[in-house]
């Protein structure tokens, strides 16, 4: 009931395409979802989050959509770039509790120039 | 956001032997926590470290192999005890306020 499953595990994307990586939760009591993003050698860097009162966060090219009675969330890359070739980190957390969060196993995300 | 520094950013160790590897914070957090990142891997956590109080660990994870200190709000240590081959990974700390975890650099360990 702790897992986060990410799909897909990687993903070849062309230049100004859109890429769509897809996360999805059991424990309903989980009421933040953050994205990180990770270049080789790098910490995992906060992306973009989202909590279950919205079914939509934009900042910029990035977007994530959250669908509550499904249980999912998913993170959009508009325009996707070759600077954006990183590997992402979906997660789950309960902030009420521990705050400790659970990771999904990464998506590697490659922008083909 | 936090600004985390790790010492040593990398290490290559002796089976048997014991590295610490050691985070500071540039301003006091409540929270901080001890991350492993196998090779190619996603993160699991260690442990929280408890200012003040013994960390709690994860399953699978004891204090005699990772112990961890954190004496004040803006520094804490994670020791690999007893290093073997299998505890090649990189290392992270990250600090928390009540929603987000801000990572550091990490410290990418290997053991020979």
């Known amino acids: 009931q702790q897992q986060v499953k990410q799909s897909p595990q990687s993903l070849i994307v062309q230049k100004g395409g859109i890429s769509i990586i897809n996360c999805a939760y059991e424990?309903?009591?989980?009421?933040?979802f953050p994205w990180y993003q990770q270049f080789p050698g790098k910490g995992p860097a906060l992306l973009i989050a989202?909590?279950?009162?919205?079914s939509e966060k934009k900042e910029g090219r990035f977007t994530i959509s959250f669908n509550k009675s499904a249980k999912q969330f998913s993170l959009h890359i508009m325009d996707s770039q070759p600077g954006d070739s990183a590997t992402y980190f979906c997660?789950?957390?309960?902030?009420?509790?521990?705050?400790?969060?659970?990771f999904g196993t990464g998506t590697r995300l490659k922008v083909l120039a | 956001s936090a600004v985390i520094s790790q010492k040593p950013s990398r290490d290559i160790c002796q089976r048997g032997t014991s590295l610490t590897i050691q985070c500071q914070v540039d301003?006091?957090?409540?929270?901080m926590f001890w991350y492993r990142q196998q090779p190619g891997q996603s993160l699991t956590l260690i442990a929280t470290?408890?200012?003040?109080?013994?960390?709690?660990?994860e399953s699978g994870f004891v204090i005699d192999k990772f112990p961890i200190s954190r004496p004040n709000l803006t520094f804490s240590t994670l020791t690999v005890s007893n290093m073997s081959p299998e505890d090649s990974s990189i290392y992270l700390c990250?600090?928390?306020?009540?929603?987000?975890?801000?990572f550091g650099p990490g410290t990418r360990l290997t053991v020979l």
């Open positions: 990250s600090v928390g306020t009540t929603d987000t975890q801000y």
């Open positions: 424990n309903t009591a989980f009421d933040y």
């Open positions: 989202i909590r279950p009162d919205v």
């Open positions: 997660a789950a957390s309960m902030t009420s509790g521990t705050y400790k969060y659970i």
């Open positions: 301003s006091q957090v409540t929270m």
């Open positions: 470290a408890n200012q003040g109080s013994e960390a709690t660990y």
